[in-house]
């Protein structure tokens, strides 16, 4: 009897466990198909910027059943976005029962008992950010330790960002017939934007070493997979040269007219050289690499690789850049931007080093 929910089985261990968005490689592993939604467990957002809920796709026979947040939806128009989403069926009956996702930050309506909408966006954003920033604040005085936390750093400073976007548009909308007398408006929105800004670069900053220690550990299974692939495959070809010799054998014991024990060898002995081929195949792709991220589409955050400038001579760099208008008191600047540039020249007395950080 076929599995119905043997390829979101397998969707569930490529994300993780669940709760992790799957990337456009992993999805072409598992061979999907838009068209053909699958049996599982996912999460769906059931229009742009709605909150995600709970999805329970399974075939009643011909009957493709589908429930979303708890109620029947078109399968077809959820697919197309809940596949890259499988999560386990108990989050999905926690949630269902009014749990929420892990991966997500506190809610501020949840811990906070905030006022009605009074209209006025800029006070309402800022008694918005004043929830978000006691709470955000709470959370950077512990280290990340966990793949739930990470996300929920990732999505918090997407969440802040909306707030700046939010008050930078109401900003400029309110700023332009101001253009010659500005000040007010400026200090009015300072805070709220700067504010949030600063605390969303704060959360991202604060998921480096989480990001940085997760890349290592990915770079050691990387690793070790390798190995695992390159011993397997060698135990595949001494397999295959032991089926070989023996084919041999068998061959030479018939023309003398001898017994087919080594033929009948032979024939296992190479059932054992695919198996470890197939072994080694399959290890091979354990073995490729496996995004590190935090957050997911829209609010993903990664190590991005940024080039910094470092001094190691500052008079052999002095020589070398004397003939830039900006001589001396601009050479960490002049450094800098040949630093940015990867395909740049690098002349004496500068390195480019690797600077990453959560973006």
């Keep these: 009897m076929t599995d119905q929910y043997g390829w979101w089985r397998q969707a569930l261990k490529l994300a ?178 700067t504010d949030s800004e600063a605390l969303g670069k704060k959360l991202k900053k604060h998921l480096d070493a989480w990001l940085a220690e997760q890349a290592r550990l990915e770079r050691v299974r990387q690793q070790e997979a390798r190995d695992k692939a390159d011993r397997i495959r060698r135990e595949a070809e001494a397999a295959a040269q032991r089926a070989a010799d023996l084919a041999n054998e068998a061959a030479a014991n018939a023309v003398e007219g001898g017994g087919g024990v080594a033929s009948l060898f032979s024939e296992e002995v190479e059932k054992e050289a695919d198996r470890l081929a197939q072994q080694a195949a399959d290890a091979d792709r354990e073995a490729q690499a496996r995004p590190v991220f935090a957050g997911r589409t829209g609010a993903k955050v990664t190590q991005h690789t940024y080039w910094i400038a470092t001094i190691t001579d500052y008079d052999a760099l002095l020589q070398a850049v004397k003939n830039d208008p900006e001589v001396r008191q601009a050479v960490e600047n002049v450094a800098a931007r040949i630093a940015r540039n990867k395909d740049a020249t690098v002349p004496a007395g500068m390195e480019r080093v690797e600077d990453k950080r959560a973006a």
């Design 16 to 193: 993780g466990g669940g709760g992790r968005e799957l990337t456009r490689d992993q999805l072409a592993l598992l061979s999907l198909s838009e068209d053909n939604p699958e049996s599982g467990f996912f999460r769906n957002r059931p229009f742009k910027d709605a909150p995600l809920v709970p999805v329970a796709i399974w075939r009643d026979g011909q009957r493709i059943i589908c429930l979303q947040g708890g109620k029947e939806a078109d399968a077809q128009q959820v697919w197309s976005y809940a596949c890259r989403n499988p999560i386990s069926e108990a989050l999905y009956h926690s949630v269902l029962a009014g749990g929420a996702w892990p991966d997500e930050p506190p809610a501020v309506a949840k811990e906070h008992n905030l006022p009605a909408k009074t209209g006025d966006l800029h006070k309402d954003l800022a008694v918005e950010l004043a929830a978000e920033k006691e709470m955000a604040e709470a959370f950077l005085k512990k280290p990340i330790t966990t793949q739930e936390q990470a996300d929920q750093a990732a999505i918090w400073s997407k969440r802040l960002a909306a707030i700046n976007k939010k008050a930078t548009e109401q900003f400029t909308v309110e700023k332009r017939p101001w253009l010659d007398g500005g000040t007010a408006v400026d200090d009015k929105w300072r805070e709220v934007r």
